[in-house]
């Protein structure tokens, strides 16, 4: 799985440590590209939000899809009943 992240390397390792992810220089700057090495999408959803910085989903798009899913599920959930 690779994104870019917006932020430093510091603030990506509070949430993916190096034996889940390897984080590089990306071209922009103040964006890293990370390297995800999982063999489930099921936790990467709530991680990523957790994060609480701006990502891009390179690959693969069932995490993308997962993530709008879960924004989504968080937003129905948000709302408040009349």
């Known amino acids: 799985m ?3 992240i917006q932020g430093t390397l510091e603030q990506i390792r509070k ?3 190096a034996s ?3 984080v590089r220089d990306g071209a922009d700057e103040g964006w ?3 390297e995800i090495r999982a063999e489930s ?3 990467l959803p709530a991680v990523l939000a957790a994060l609480d910085l701006p990502f891009v989903i390179e690959r ?3 995490l993308r899809d997962r993530v ?4 989504d599920r968080l937003a129905t959930s948000g ?3 009349s």
């Open 2 to 4: 690779t994104l870019r």
């Open 15 to 17: 949430r993916l440590p």
């Open 20 to 22: 889940v992810a390897e």
């Open 32 to 34: 890293q590209r990370v």
């Open 41 to 43: 999408l099921d936790w």
């Open 60 to 62: 693969p798009d069932e």
């Open 68 to 71: 709008v899913a879960l924004a």
């Open 79 to 81: 709302r408040k009943l």
